[in-house]
């Protein structure tokens, strides 16, 4: 291990530190002099959303399109504006930009392109049945780019500056592309921050770019017989101890579809990744992964990885489940992270133990799962009164009303729209 | 396993072969007429060298800046021209352009942005001090580069027309870019693929960009004290049985940043990754990794790490090695490509048995390494005369031969450069 002091496990958040203390020193200790930006510190700026330059689109030039239009070219439609702020490692952040949505120009020689400096997150902005619009737990988000961020080796922001960013895209854009006249509807919010110095060879970035579009993006959270996952080929895993499936790193989703594919070509929707030759079950393609089952004393558990060996994204979706069927299922289901083989619901399934499995994630949202193929076995599985499993149906509909405003509920985080 | 007609360790081939014959019955099948090239196919094209659209730059615009300027800032100089091709799934290839350097252009939802879908290679090209100029083995890096691209699913290609875009470039821009009075001197080539469409959702990309690009590269192969390496911590590892640690593919790299910032901070050039609780020695950096050594029976070895559990990259430069060291060095050390771990490194140290240790790949070239720190041991390597072991001097000397001409050799591949 590298530093004597410390235990193994802490060298990431080791080398973690020292990447954030070295851009805390940069701010305040006025050893470099070169950037000559005007906030009153002589380092490397911090990311500060107060300096936000607005520059307005044409509003008249596009119309909104309706949500299954939306949806079905094989190019994003984003809405008028998207943010951007530049950072180098000499002048740290530029003031950011609102500005109409359009390409970014990259040299051929850029980081991202070659060495996968790249992360991102994924969260919805929601219309309220109360006319109101809201994004949920935007903080979690900010918090998992910045810590993102920090493990791709790019620059570190404070993430509060990061959710006024956010807040600020969708308070311009909110009241035209998710008008009130469509409550229940949502806009997908894609954060990133990429490397962008043209220089080859692998190394930290010195350049980078944050950026923030606003999006339509597919419901999946419903598909017709259930989510079908089949299990990774044994040659191909999604993540590993010792690397980086608890981030939200571009590295973790390109390698993964080569898999995916095969399985969609069988008529399965995703990849449920198993981890280790005793095939813990961790991840159902991007989403995490909850089955609910009755143990073998006849317990009801509602059973999910857990996040200590960090092979699993931290998903917000997840982590709001756990605190809600913990508070309002208490007594009922016993909510368990731990780690599960799948020869273990195989043997809940011939058992007649298995209740209901679904898929939890911002893109997924909450979606049941019918079956699991692994190898020459199928487990079907319950899905109640034909759509889903009925704990699946609750989780789905607190989150649904809090997303939504049908109940006040601080997670629902209200957004303070321009008028227009 | 998914098939259950194939073994489990064939199933990455399994879903490579069906996205190259899904390409490929795409190019005779017919039954996709949108797309109107043409070359007597109906369906997706072909990437087709002899296609090549060449577009000139003002060649009297930037001059040559001599190899040590070229790399001292923090921007890779690049030749007057690259060349691009796109490709998309209803297309197929695009007809290849030789056009002048300058930036690309990407939708902020484009897939290499996000999910890593982005692949590369790096070879360099030679001026010989017989005055021509020369790629070396350039065929073993466009194969490799097809195998990446499958790998990441982007779209397959024939390898030869790679071939044939990196040797057109380096015809144009050979002249002048390493020009007959640089004997001695390279320019480094990356042929990239990225995934350009931009639809945000994870899944293979059905747009796509080549590009291939010539630079200079700063010279790495020769460290005042030798390359000095760290190993990794112990909570990040490089790859892992079941990952992607053979393919040249962005995931790779991105990843192993932070370790290696670390291990700078402290003093040392590069990590030596290790694998397993065993501690298998794999790359050294972004290089292959060689020991020099006399076995516990006094026979002298010189072994790496092997190809069939796919943790490594199969380089260029280490197979070369491997056969050079094999045919001329028989009798003498004996080329062993084998699972070793750091501890036997350590103990044939303790042993006086550690001969040499050097790094291999295009970038670094054969580069000496020193010294390596595991944990609170140091393990010095002799360095014979101060700036290379001699089987380490003497393997680079038959290599450098066979790049700049001084030996002809079916490795060494001429480029026949336009006259200017």
Chains 1, 2 share one sequence.
Not at 309 to 328: H, M, N, P, W, Y
Not at 379 to 399: F, L, R
Request: hydrophobic letters at 40%; proline letters at 7%.
């Amino acid at each position: 291990m590298l530093p004597q002091e410390r235990p193994a496990e802490d060298l990431i958040a080791t080398a973690m530190e020292h990447k954030m203390a070295a851009q805390n020193n940069g701010k305040t200790n006025g050893t470099n002099g070169t950037n000559g930006h005007a906030n009153g510190h002589s380092g490397p700026a911090p990311l500060d959303a107060s300096k936000l330059i607005v520059t307005l689109a044409d509003l008249t030039a596009r119309a909104v399109p309706d949500e299954v239009a939306a949806c079905t070219g094989t190019e994003t439609i984003c809405t008028d504006h998207m943010i951007t702020a530049a950072w180098s490692a000499t002048a740290g952040w530029s003031a950011p930009e609102l500005k109409p949505y359009g390409p970014l120009t990259l040299m051929p020689t850029a980081s991202v392109l070659h060495y996968a400096t790249e992360c991102f997150e994924g969260l919805k902005a929601y219309r309220g049945h109360d006319g109101r619009l809201r994004l949920f737990r935007p903080d979690l988000n900010a918090k998992r780019m910045l810590m993102s961020t920090l493990r791709i080796s790019l620059p570190s922001f404070p993430p509060e500056e990061l959710e006024k960013l956010i807040l600020a895209l969708m308070a311009l854009d909110g009241p035209k592309w998710l008008p009130a006249s469509r409550p229940g509807s949502y806009l997908y919010l894609r954060p990133a921050v990429i490397g962008t110095q043209p220089q080859l060879g692998v190394q930290a970035p010195r350049e980078a770019l944050l950026f923030i579009t606003a999006s339509f993006m597919p419901r999946m959270d419903a598909p017709p017989q259930g989510l079908k996952l089949h299990t990774n080929p044994e040659d191909m895993i999604r993540a590993w101890v010792g690397g980086f499936g608890y981030a939200k790193v571009g590295a973790n989703y390109g390698p993964s579809l080569l898999a995916t594919n095969e399985a969609r070509e069988r008529g399965f929707g995703q990849i449920l990744w198993l981890y280790g030759p005793e095939g813990f079950c961790t991840e159902a393609g991007a989403s995490n992964f909850f089955v609910v089952w009755r143990s073998k004393t006849g317990r009801l558990e509602m059973v999910t990885a857990p996040l200590d060996d960090k092979l699993i994204l931290d998903g917000v979706t997840r982590r709001s489940v756990v605190q809600l069927a913990r508070e309002r299922l208490a007594g009922e289901v016993e909510v368990v992270e731990r780690k599960y083989t799948i020869d273990e619901v195989v043997e809940a399934d011939k058992e007649g133990r298995l209740v209901e499995a679904f898929a939890a994630g911002t893109a997924f949202f909450i979606c049941p799962v019918s079956q699991i193929r692994h190898r020459d076995t199928d487990i079907h599985i319950p899905m109640g009164k034909g759509s889903s499993g009925a704990y699946t149906a609750k989780v789905k509909g607190w989150m649904t009303d809090i997303m939504y405003g049908n109940e006040q509920h601080p997670w629902g985080v209200v957004v303070d729209e321009k008028k227009q």
